[in-house]
Nanobody, 123 residues
Framework: QVQLVESGGGLVQAGGSLRLSCAAS????????VGWFRQAPGKEREFVAT????????TYADSVKGRFTISRDNPKNTVYLQMNSLKPEDTALYYC????????????????WGQGTQVTVSS
């Protein structure tokens, strides 16, 4: 069992930065790949970025490449999403999910999900 808690969201102006954290409970967290996802009002949940258990492999959505960076600190049981050059279209509820297999996608059957943290980017 893995429990995830996201934090770090907030209100920021376009062009600004935020760093989201996904803190996990459970001794086996380091064996899980982790993904970040987002959902804007009236839209489907979409993939943002994912990282392997070791941190050696990462994948990004085209919409965030070059602006967002996913990383992890396994001793701290935490995965981060550094978001730079934020745009109003990045506004959404951001979730993290942990899954035994990499990459983590929206339909990963055995994924554990957090409750989300809101990111709002003003123009």
């Amino acid at each position: 069992q893995v429990q995830l808690v996201e934090s770090g969201g907030g209100l920021v102006q376009a062009g600004g930065s935020l760093r989201l954290s996904c803190a996990a409970s459970g001794r086996t967290f380091s064996r899980y790949a982790v993904g970040w996802f987002r959902q804007a009002p009236g839209k489907e949940r979409e993939f943002v970025a994912t990282i392997s258990w070791s941190g050696d492999s990462t994948t990004y959505a085209d919409s965030v490449k070059g602006r967002f960076t996913i990383s992890r600190d396994n001793p701290k049981n935490t995965v981060y999403l550094q978001m730079n050059s934020l745009k109003p279209e990045d506004t959404a509820l951001y979730y993290c999910a942990a899954n035994p297999l990499y990459p983590v996608v929206v339909t990963s059957a055995k994924a554990y999900w957090g409750q989300g943290t809101q990111v709002t980017v003003s123009s």
